[in-house]
């Protein structure tokens, strides 16, 4: 009898059992890089944003039908599974634009997301890469399909996402002795959406902290008659770090407030500071490493590839830059002697660093850091509305002294 080994049949059908084999592991593999290992829904006032995470990246097709308003998201090469299933039970009935949503499979290689809305939208959806400890995401943006000029952070985001937001200015705006007219004062909470921002051991995220304290200073600066403050984001929603700046300018604010809770590697690290804009390099490591944490923002909270921030790209305009700095160090010092009442100080003097968020070239700017949420003494009282209300207090009673001292308010065109 022949010896098998050499049999050619044989061989051909080995051959091709280990070929189907090599494929189910190679078809395997790629299911697995291309499962959709969370997706997240956060709706806002301003727009609503759907963020699908893979370890690979997501190949997709979009479009809108009537009758009723639906937006179908085609994702391809990609499997149906639990987290996909689970669309629908993270529709809130709060959620401005989208009323139900579910997933199905379409095809063997390909899963059909369907959104119903409430009302027409005008969908954005683009690519990220990995970063920090996000993997691969696709993200829609849902805009509303009509009156985006009536909003101004609207038409800002409109303007940021197309690319064309206003440039920066050439000159300071002169500055004012008028006391005719408010105060205006942007209040500007740190990160929000996919950007949670500094997380506690307790999972207290900076975001929420945050946004509540800049509400509670919000309605104490509505409440003085000479007064008037907005924020960048009043809800938990990602805003990019340039339009957040532009819409200072935008409303002409006399002063800008960045409010963040900190963290630092060491738990024992606490205490609160305020930081102002520095051309010249950062005045300590930590400063340095905090600037470098904040401007990875838009990295993290995910901005459209290809927006070009002006406001953070363009060089500092030399002695108007400057003057500003200097009436931001003014602020910083008047609003960190009051923090110092509240709470233990981290630095007894402000700090510069290259806060991509402070560089509006003609707004007074600070940062402040309100407490370090990686302690978690100071994160259980970050989360206390107790806190919270004075920790408003304390920057409201820094910014009125700052102005009490004879600052000067930004001219109105």
Same mark, same amino acid.
């Given at each position: 009898?022949?010896?098998?080994?050499?049999?050619?049949?044989?061989?051909?059908?080995?051959?091709?059992?280990?070929?189907?084999?090599?494929?189910?592991?190679?078809?395997?593999?790629?299911?697995?890089?291309?499962?959709?290992?969370?997706?997240?829904?956060?709706?806002? %006032?301003?727009?609503?944003?759907?963020?699908?995470?893979?370890? %690979?990246?997501?190949?997709?097709?979009?479009?809108?039908?009537?009758?009723? %308003?639906?937006?179908?998201?085609?994702?391809?090469?990609?499997?149906l599974n639990g987290v996909l299933k689970d669309i629908s039970g993270q529709i809130t009935k709060a959620d401005p634009?989208?009323?139900?949503?579910?997933?199905?499979?379409?095809?063997?290689?390909?899963?059909?997301?369907?959104?119903?809305?409430?009302?027409?939208?005008?969908?954005?959806?683009?690519?990220?890469?990995?970063?920090?400890?996000?993997?691969?995401?696709?993200?829609?943006?849902?805009?509303?399909?009509?009156?985006?000029?009536?909003?101004?952070?609207?038409?800002?985001?409109?303007?940021?996402?197309?690319?064309?937001?206003?440039?920066?200015?050439?000159?300071?705006?002169?500055?004012?002795?008028?006391?005719?007219?408010?105060?205006?004062?942007?209040?500007?909470?740190?990160?929000?959406?996919?950007?949670?921002?500094?997380?506690?051991?307790?999972?207290?995220?900076?975001?929420?902290?945050?946004?509540?304290?800049?509400?509670?200073?919000?309605?104490?600066?509505?409440?003085?008659?000479?007064?008037?403050?907005?924020?960048?984001?009043?809800?938990?929603v990602f805003i990019p770090l340039g339009v957040r700046v532009a819409k200072a300018r935008k409303l002409n604010a006399?002063?800008?407030?960045?409010?963040?809770?900190?963290?630092?590697?060491?738990?024992?690290?606490?205490?609160?500071?305020?930081?102002?804009?520095?051309?010249?390099?950062?005045?300590?490591?930590?400063?340095?490493?905090?600037?470098?944490?904040?401007?990875?923002?838009?990295?993290?909270?995910?901005?459209?590839?290809?927006?070009?921030?002006?406001?953070?790209?363009?060089?500092?305009?030399?002695?108007?830059?400057?003057a500003t700095i200097n009436d931001s160090l003014k602020l910083g010092k008047t609003v960190l002697g009051q923090l110092?009442?509240?709470?233990?100080?981290?630095?007894?003097?402000?700090?510069?660093?290259?806060?991509?968020?402070?560089?509006?070239?003609?707004?007074?700017?600070?940062?402040?850091?309100?407490?370090?949420?990686?302690?978690?003494?100071?994160?259980?009282?970050?989360?206390?509305?107790?806190?919270?209300?004075?920790?408003?207090?304390?920057?409201?009673?820094?910014?009125?002294?700052?102005?009490?001292?004879?600052?000067?308010?930004?001219?109105?065109?």
């Amino acid at each position: 009898m022949p010896d098998s080994t050499f049999d050619p049949n044989r061989r051909a059908l080995l051959g091709a059992a280990a070929a189907t084999f090599l494929l189910a592991v190679s078809r395997t593999g790629l299911a697995a890089d291309n499962q959709i290992v969370a997706l997240r829904i956060w709706p806002s %006032s301003t727009y609503t944003r759907i963020t699908l995470e893979s370890g %690979s990246a997501i190949q997709y097709k979009q479009f809108t039908l009537a009758n009723p %308003s639906r937006l179908v998201i085609d994702l391809q090469g990609v499997q149906l599974n639990g987290v996909l299933k689970d669309i629908s039970g993270q529709i809130t009935k709060a959620d401005p634009f989208i009323a139900n949503a579910r997933a199905g499979q379409f095809d063997p290689d390909t899963v059909r997301l369907v959104l119903e809305l409430k009302t027409d939208v005008k969908p954005q959806a683009f690519t990220l890469a990995p970063v920090a400890e996000y993997k691969h995401r696709l993200v829609v943006d849902l805009y509303p399909a009509s009156g985006v000029q009536d909003d101004p952070l609207l038409a800002l985001l409109q303007d940021y996402n197309k690319g064309k937001l206003e440039q920066p200015p050439t000159q300071i705006k002169p500055k004012s002795k008028n006391s005719d007219r408010p105060i205006v004062v942007m209040l500007d909470p740190g990160h929000g959406g996919e950007d949670p921002g500094a997380i506690g051991l307790q999972g207290n995220r900076e975001k929420d902290v945050v946004l509540k304290i800049g509400h509670q200073l919000k309605q104490l600066i509505d409440a003085e008659p000479n007064m008037k403050a907005y924020m960048t984001r009043s809800d938990d929603v990602f805003i990019p770090l340039g339009v957040r700046v532009a819409k200072a300018r935008k409303l002409n604010a006399d002063l800008f407030v960045s409010i963040h809770a900190d963290a630092a590697p060491n738990r024992a690290a606490r205490g609160s500071s305020v930081f102002a804009l520095s051309e010249k390099g950062a005045t300590s490591a930590f400063a340095k490493a905090l600037a470098q944490t904040q401007n990875d923002s838009d990295l993290i909270g995910g901005v459209k590839i290809g927006s070009k921030d002006k406001y953070l790209a363009h060089t500092l305009l030399d002695l108007t830059q400057t003057a500003t700095i200097n009436d931001s160090l003014k602020l910083g010092k008047t609003v960190l002697g009051q923090l110092g009442g509240l709470n233990k100080l981290h630095k007894n003097a402000v700090e510069q660093a290259g806060f991509a968020v402070l560089k509006a070239p003609d707004i007074p700017s600070i940062l402040v850091e309100t407490a370090f949420i990686s302690n978690p003494e100071e994160e259980q009282r970050l989360i206390t509305a107790e806190f919270q209300q004075q920790m408003a207090n304390a920057i409201f009673s820094g910014v009125k002294n700052y102005f009490a001292s004879g600052a000067a308010l930004a001219a109105r065109a």
